[in-house]
């Protein structure tokens, strides 16, 4: 079956940098993406890996490594805007392509 | 430019009654088009997906249904409603492997 794991909470200070890692289980991956969720709205996409490496937008950069089924997303410069959910999702095609979510990682930003 | 709409933005519906939320797209011809369900606090569980009219996937056995009587419009359904139906739905599409882009939500509330 397919799985995501990443961590439930995590708390870090404005000006900070902070790394979420999401590892998954799937077979047919084809990418890993990153969405941000503010409490009460929708998620907002912020980033996809579809090879290793690191993909770099503004504050924000993304891991990916196919052969440890690994992923982070970094933070830099936290603001206490960035304070939200972040889930991670894996794009795969078994027959048809798919989005599974993990379950979120609640980030903090303390003045 | 391309937009989603989803409506209600809240929904308070008594068990046993009929549901229906009904999300359109707008900018895009046939879009792959997405139901997805989150509990409080929890992560995206996919319901149903849509990769043209009158094509519908499921992926959780349930009292919900979907339909694509358009190309840009997805609606989600039930005849009676559960209790374990509350949660916020969101509807999704995308016409690439990258990203999603999520409506507002409907938030169900079954008492």
């Known amino acids: 079956g397919q799985s995501l794991e990443q961590p439930s909470e995590v708390t870090a200070v404005e000006g900070a940098i902070v790394q979420i890692n999401c590892t998954y289980q799937?077979?047919?991956?084809?990418?890993l993406s990153w969405y941000q969720q503010h409490d009460g709205g929708a998620p907002t996409f912020l980033s996809y890996?579809?090879?290793?490496g690191l993909e770099e937008t503004g504050r924000f950069s993304s891991f990916l490594s196919r052969s440890d089924s690994y992923g982070y997303l970094l933070l830099q410069e936290l603001q206490m805007k960035d304070s939200a959910s972040y889930f991670c999702?894996?794009?795969?095609?078994?027959?048809?392509?798919?989005?599974?979510f993990g379950a979120g990682t609640r980030l903090f930003v303390k003045a | 430019s391309q937009t989603i709409h989803q409506w209600p933005a809240t929904l308070v519906q008594p068990v046993g009654s009929p549901l229906s939320l009904e999300c359109t797209v707008e900018?895009?011809?046939?879009?792959?088009l997405y139901w997805y369900r989150q509990a409080a606090g929890r992560g995206l569980q996919l319901l149903f997906y849509?990769?043209?009219?009158?094509?519908i996937s499921s992926e959780v056995p349930q009292n919900l249904s979907a339909s694509r009587p358009q190309d840009r419009q997805f609606i989600l359904s039930s005849k009676k409603l559960l209790l374990s139906d509350s949660g916020f739905y969101l509807c999704?599409?995308?016409?690439?492997?990258?990203?999603?882009?999520f409506g507002s939500g409907t938030r169900l509330t079954v008492v």
């Open positions: 999702a894996v794009r795969s095609y078994t027959g048809g392509f798919k989005t599974i």
């Open positions: 890996n579809a090879l290793d």
């Open positions: 849509s990769v043209g009219i009158g094509q």
């Open positions: 900018g895009t011809s046939n879009p792959n």
């Open positions: 999704a599409w995308t016409t690439g492997v990258e990203g999603y882009t």
């Open positions: 799937t077979s047919g991956f084809y990418g």
